[in-house]
Each structure stands twice: as C-alpha cells, then as structure tokens.
C-alpha cells in the first residue's frame, strides 16, 4: 500500500510537470503568432493556429489523467472493509481417560507438597521467632539505657543539691567569722575607750582589804609595745603612750615616765 501511494505521487508530480511545460509552450506560441500577425502571410497564421488546437488537447488529456489519478489516491485512502471472519475450528477431541498409576499416586504427591511446604516455612518461623528475640532485646537495652539516663540525672540532682548546701555552709561560717571580727573589734574598741578615759590613779578595793594607791613608777619594756611594773612584763602601751597593767590583782594605768 505505501509503494502504491509513493507511486502515485510520483506520478501525480511529472503529471504537474507536464502540464506546466504545455502551459509554457502555449505562452510561446501565443507569443509567435502575435508576431506573425504583423510579420506573415495568413497560410502560416493558419498552422500556428492549429498547433495551439493541439496543444490544448493535449491539456485535457493531461488534466483527464490527473483526474484520474486523483480518483485513485481517494480510493486507496478510503478504508477497505475487513475481511470475513475465519471458519471456526473444528471441536477438539475427547481427553483419553487417566491411568489409573496416576490416581493412585495423587494423594502420595499432595502429601510431599504438604511436607515441602512445612519445611519451607520452617526456615521462614524460625526467622521471625529471631527477629521477636531480638526485638525483644533491642526493647530491653533500651529499657536499661532509659534506667541508666534516669540515674544518672539523679545522681546530678544529688550531687547539685551537695554542692548547693556546701555553698549555704560556707556562707554561714563566712557569716559567723564577719561576725567574731565584728565583735572582736567592738571589744577592742571598748577596752581601748575604757583605757583611754581611766585616771592616772585608779583605787582598788578587794575584800574589805586595806586600800592603796599605787604611784607610777614604771620602766621600759625590752620588747615593743610593753613596759615594765616592778619587773613583772603585765603592762601594755596604748595608742596615747601610756603604760597598763595587766594583773589579776592590779588594775593600774600610769602616764609613761619620759
């Protein structure tokens, strides 16, 4: 069909050529016989004349056949009509009736294929028991990890809280030694007041005993910050240079003998 189809556009295209080719040699010969209408005699007018008749028959049949050929290709194109159906087969024959070695054997079969089919999924439970297992065991270490991390955070909860109470520990000593300094400097200052505004002569009275009045008769100390009271080292410097007795049984502050 397409070797047709080619052919006939073949055809169809030296058919156009053709009747180009005669329209040109019609236009030629329009051409010539203008001429020879003011050149030549009338005898020559007459074949030219019949030229052209010819020529023009020629076109009709050429336009003719490329009408034809037209009709053909439509033709062609058109769908054809299927062809009728085929006779239907004949009927198979009768199956031959089954030996009777093989009804004997069927049950024998599916019981192996029964078998064969146990120990295929064998394999196949045997697997997925492991998997479980594993599983099983995966959900475990888990379980151990969670209890571990739980631990742990525990133990960092401890361990905070520790250091929190050893910090509020030393806060409270430190608390405690700003307060001994405290008042460790509130006793210093007091004696040092009381020193300071005592009188040259002080009058101890002790048990109804006798009362004396102990003059200043002091020496200096070998050693900075002290002086001598009869040669006993119970007397120390305050800040106005004077000398004080430090005795069990004295209280005795004197100007230092300069």
């Given amino acids: 069909m397409l070797l047709l189809l080619l052919l006939l556009l073949l055809l169809l295209l030296l058919l156009l050529l053709l ?6 040699l019609l236009l030629l010969l329009l051409l010539l016989l203008l001429l020879l209408l003011l050149l030549l005699p009338q005898l020559l007018l007459l074949l030219l004349l019949l030229l052209l008749l010819l020529l023009l028959l020629l ?7 490329l009408l034809l050929v037209l009709l053909l ?3 062609l194109l058109l769908p054809l009509p299927p062809p009728p159906p085929p006779p239907p087969p004949p009927p198979p024959p009768p199956p031959p009736p089954p030996p009777l ?3 004997l054997l069927l049950p024998l079969l599916l019981l192996l294929l029964l078998l064969l089919l ?3 999924l064998l394999p196949l439970v045997l697997l997925l028991l492991l998997l479980l297992l594993l599983l099983l ?13 739980l631990l742990l955070l525990l133990l960092l909860l401890l361990l905070l809280l520790l250091l929190l109470l050893q910090l509020l520990l030393l806060l409270l000593l430190l608390l405690l030694l700003l307060l001994l300094l405290l008042l460790l400097l509130y006793y210093y200052y007091y004696y040092y007041y009381y020193f300071t ?3 040259t002569t002080t009058t101890i009275h002790s048990d109804k005993k006798r009362i004396h009045t102990m003059a200043a008769t002091t020496t200096y100390s070998p050693y900075r910050g002290a002086c001598m009271f009869y040669k006993q080292p119970l007397f120390l410097w305050d800040f106005n240079h004077n000398c ?6 004295h209280i005795f502050r004197s100007p230092v003998m300069k």
């Fill in 19 to 24: 009747l180009l080719l005669l329209l040109l």
């Fill in 59 to 65: 076109l009709l049949l050429l336009l003719v056949l």
């Fill in 73 to 75: 290709l439509v033709l």
């Fill in 101 to 103: 070695l093989l009804l």
């Fill in 118 to 120: 146990l120990l295929l």
């Fill in 137 to 149: 065991l995966l959900l475990l270490l888990l379980l151990l990890l969670l209890l571990l991390l």
């Fill in 197 to 199: 505004t005592t009188t």
């Fill in 244 to 249: 004080s007795c430090l005795s069990p049984t």
